[in-house]
């Protein structure tokens, strides 16, 4: 129905069936003003999943307010009478979005919605059915940052194959017809969770997937628009991430979290070390936040070489990360999970960090910096006591030299000494950053030099912020006096 202003001056016009062709509401020209119906249009957001579908609701400039609802084809002479269920009110003419929830997978709905003029007047019903997803084959957010966001595909063994990416609106045709670079498959993988760690903050995307059954038929278009968060957002759980000093070995972190993060966990990697347990087919698949949470109470470094983990709960977390294998501009990944107030955990971001580059600049270590006592020597053992002065000692190796080795077989060489140390470091011990250290050895019987009255000295071989390579080592070899077991 239409509501008609009629200026006096047109009235002819208007009894002669021409209003529809004057010019409308063109006062000027002697047109007449047409009030359209009140109407409100309805538009999916995105692809309707396994049990929701969110939907926005756009009304015409004529709308006071508007009424919409869920129900089944059945229920329209409901809705238009106001008796159906869940109905709900829009007192103004503002789009509104709004997402059901709970709907049971596989099942054709309706959504109906109608509009009123600021008389009381109804426009149509506007009406638009949709069938949700089957519970076989699922696509669904698995979390949304501000730079970083992941999808979960979870799906029976019909489906066994998908294709998925992430784009944006505009990309929809060139994703169905497989010409968007960013896409990607797997098959017969049916948990999986897809990982993006490098996007925009405040910008608008869009997932696609689409799957396909053994017998080559395709499922729906799964689409999920979003929006990722603005960067640093305090509308989720998030934090401020800082990298501090670092050397070789050791990598500080200080990760702050916010009022809505109530637990933070960081994990390190020399690059990609674990990537296969992380995002591998066999093992954990992408669920970065089961995963990341169920490691974040074990000793991850005796599990995977190359690994670091830690965790802080209501406070500010600092980490002293630690890379074994002691290389300088050796490249890291560093993750970070934030849990929510509920202390579960909400998303991952990711992060590029490496061992410093070679510093020519830094000063040596030197021998004389070390004081070395032995102590306590009997056929059983002896005590190791090790301390430095010197800020330019960032780390040593120390072990036991043969008093035979040193002063017959290499007559005092300091050079193959050196280098002896370097090539079997680790036989005793290692030390970072640490002034003194105090150490019991145990002695084995069953090796020869061992024997009553034998001589030895405590070697320390020390190196700098550049670690354990030429020009980081020290020039000489730190030596104890000659301790001798008891004859």
Not at 237 to 252: L, R, S
Request: glycine fraction near 8%; include cysteine.
């Amino acid at each position: 129905m239409k509501k008609l202003l009629i200026q006096p001056c047109v009235l002819m016009v208007a009894s002669l069936g021409l209003l529809l062709t004057a010019c409308g509401g063109d006062k000027e020209a002697g047109g007449v003003t047409v009030i359209g119906e009140p109407t409100v249009s309805i538009e999916f957001v995105g692809t309707p999943g396994v049990s929701d579908v969110t939907v926005k609701f756009v009304p015409t400039e004529e709308t006071a307010k508007f009424n919409y609802a869920i129900g089944s084809e059945q229920d329209r002479e409901n809705f238009e009478n106001g008796d159906i269920v869940g109905m709900q009110t829009e007192t103004s003419n503002q789009e509104i979005t709004h997402t059901w929830n709970e709907l049971e997978a596989g099942e054709y709905y309706v959504v109906y919605a109608m509009a009123y003029d600021e008389d009381g007047a109804a426009g149509p019903v506007s009406a638009h059915g949709f069938k949700t997803a089957s519970s076989d084959f699922v696509v669904e957010t698995y979390y949304i940052g501000d730079n970083s966001a992941a999808f979960r595909i979870t799906n029976t063994n019909d489906y066994y194959t998908y294709k998925y990416a992430l784009g944006t609106a505009a990309d929809k045709e060139a994703f169905l017809n497989d010409e968007l670079a960013s896409i990607k498959t797997q098959s017969e993988v049916f948990d999986w969770a897809e990982n993006y760690f490098d996007l925009e903050p405040a910008t608008e995307y869009v997932f696609y997937c689409v799957g396909q059954d053994r017998s080559g038929r395709d499922t729906q278009l799964f689409e999920i628009p979003f929006t990722t968060y603005a960067e640093g957002s305090d509308e989720i759980p998030n934090f401020v991430y800082t990298e501090g000093a670092k050397d070789f070995y050791m990598q500080n972190y200080t990760v702050t979290p916010n009022a809505l993060c109530k637990q933070l966990v960081l994990y390190q990697q020399t690059e990609g070390a674990a990537d296969g347990t992380i995002f591998g087919v066999n093992n954990w698949k992408g669920l970065t936040l089961e995963m990341f949470d169920s490691w974040k109470d074990i000793n991850i470094g005796a599990v995977m070489t190359g690994t670091y983990i830690t965790s802080a709960t209501n406070e500010e977390l600092k980490a002293e990360a630690t890379t074994t294998d002691l290389e300088l501009e050796n490249p890291l990944d560093v993750y970070v999970i934030a849990y929510d107030e509920m202390y579960k955990p909400f998303l991952v971001k990711k992060y590029a960090n490496s061992t410093p580059a070679f510093n020519a600049n830094a000063a040596l270590p030197d021998a004389s910096d070390f004081t070395i006592t032995v102590t306590d020597v009997t056929m059983e053992g002896f005590n190791i006591t090790i301390d430095y002065t010197s800020d330019n000692t960032r780390a040593y190796f120390y072990d036991i030299v043969s008093g035979d080795y040193w002063d017959n077989q290499i007559e005092h060489d300091m050079a193959t000494l050196k280098n002896e140390m370097i090539t079997t470091y680790l036989n005793l011990g290692w030390c970072y950053n640490r002034k003194s250290i105090e150490n019991n050895y145990v002695i084995n019987p069953s090796i020869p030099d061992f024997v009553a009255g034998a001589k030895f000295y405590i070697g320390v071989l020390a190196m700098n912020e550049n670690g354990p390579i030429e020009g980081g080592w020290a020039e000489e070899v730190a030596l104890s006096e000659p301790f001798y077991l008891p004859e």
